[in-house]
């Protein structure tokens, strides 16, 4: 049975990790918003999908769901990280800071969490990560700022 869920994502009060990038305004990182819809179709597939707009034009970014033991990129179990800026939980935002959509169809239920090992774990949040260095870093998040977050409620 399908259900959705939509999370506003919105810039954190404190910027994690550093903070926001020196050569980026405050006030454009701040005025940054998107929106995520997290689906669920069965208990062995989902989906979501991301919008998101004043990000910083072709900046590289990338998806995440917070679960209780941290973060887990959200994409598919068992994808392929390569940690070179093409991992599948990368967005791809354009040249005008928009970010049209960002969708990755789940091999599992999200609304049940993220099966890791053998044990299953509560998404508690989803996060756009900017990555400061300009790549991705595989299953960790390397060198980033949470740009955009929004709470899971499910």
Known sequence: MEKCIKVKLTVPEQP???GIPGYVKESYWRSA???AILCRYSDRHGEIIIEANNLLPLGVYTAWFVTDTGPYPAASR???YTSDGFDPNRVIVNKNGQLQYY???LNFDPF???PIDSTVHKIKSIVLAFHTDGTTHGTIP???V???TGMVNV
Do not use: D, F, M
């Open 142 to 144: 390397g060198p980033h």
């Open 78 to 80: 068992g994808a392929t």
């Open 16 to 18: 994690s990790h550093g």
């Open 33 to 35: 918003k998107g929106t």
């Open 112 to 114: 049940k969490g993220v």
């Open 146 to 148: 949470e740009h955009l």
């Open 103 to 105: 969708i990755a169809h």
